[in-house]
T-cell receptor, first 113, second 115 residues
Framework: DAKTTQPTSMDCAEGRAANLPCNHS???????VYWYRQIHSQGPQYIIHGLKNNETNEMASLIITEDRKSSTLILPHATLRDTAVYYCIVRVYSGGSNYKLTFGKGTLLTVNP | KAGVTQTPRYLIKTRGQQVTLSCSPISGHRSVSWYQQTPGQGLQFLFEYFSETQRNKGNFPGRFSGRQFSNSRSEMNVSTLELGDSALYLCASSPGLATYGDTQYFGPGTRLTVL
């Protein structure tokens, strides 16, 4: 019942920009989009989040479309250490006063030398 | 600041046993969430505790339970273990409620193997 759709895998050349898309067409107006990544055998690492405007931090940039139905995570200069599974997450209503964060399957980004 | 710590890192149990996993959040964080990660199902939300109260829960059977102490440390218990409970159990802490939007910071996980 994930509310996000991401490609299963992507490749990127080292030093190039990696652009990872995410579709979240059912997102509500006040729900944030979060991006995490998980390097093999480690816990997920927070990257960035946003609501409406584009966001940038030391790790990445997040571009959210005006209708908020999709977003793109940009790693401007990918390195081999950026090889990981990238998760795009929104909050899902699960009944009563409950919400849960649904991670989905994520995108395996492989950065090649 | 020290990150989220989880103990033990690895655990082997047999079917029918019970297990308790521990999580110490980042200092000052009041929310602890638990997740189960398996190759087939990916990352699945178990529950979230905030100020010693369970505030949100996922779709797991009652064999999975948790609690949070006054210092925000949390434990997760799984009773009557089944083979399908073999997974990486991840704990995440956040300053406020994660399901209200606060950023989560994950620990390294506990790898549980049920034989």
């Amino acid at each position: 019942d994930a509310k996000t759709t991401q490609p299963t895998s992507m490749d990127c050349a080292e030093g190039r920009a990696a652009n990872l898309p995410c579709n979240h067409s059912t997102i509500s107006g006040n729900e944030y989009v979060y991006w995490y990544r998980q390097i093999h055998s480690q816990g997920p690492q927070y990257i960035i989040h946003g609501l409406k405007n584009n966001e940038t931090n030391e790790m990445a940039s997040l571009i959210i479309t005006e209708d908020r139905k999709s977003s793109t995570l940009i790693l401007p200069h990918a390195t081999l250490r950026d090889t990981a599974v990238y998760y795009c997450i929104v909050r899902v209503y699960s009944g009563g006063s409950n919400y849960k964060l649904t991670f989905g399957k994520g995108t395996l980004l492989t950065v090649n030398p | 600041k020290a990150g989220v710590t989880q103990t033990p890192r690895y655990l082997i149990k047999t079917r029918g046993q019970q297990v308790t996993l521990s999580c110490s959040p980042i200092s000052g964080h009041r929310s602890v969430s638990w997740y189960q990660q398996t190759p087939g199902q990916g990352l699945q939300f178990l529950f979230e505790y905030f100020s010693e109260t369970q505030r949100n829960k996922g779709n797991f059977p009652g064999r999975f339970s948790g609690r949070q102490f006054s210092n925000s440390r949390s434990e997760m218990n799984v009773s009557t273990l089944e083979l399908g409970d073999s997974a990486l159990y991840l704990c995440a802490s956040s300053p406020g409620l994660a399901t209200y939007g606060d950023t989560q910071y994950f620990g390294p996980g506990t790898r549980l193997t049920v034989l």
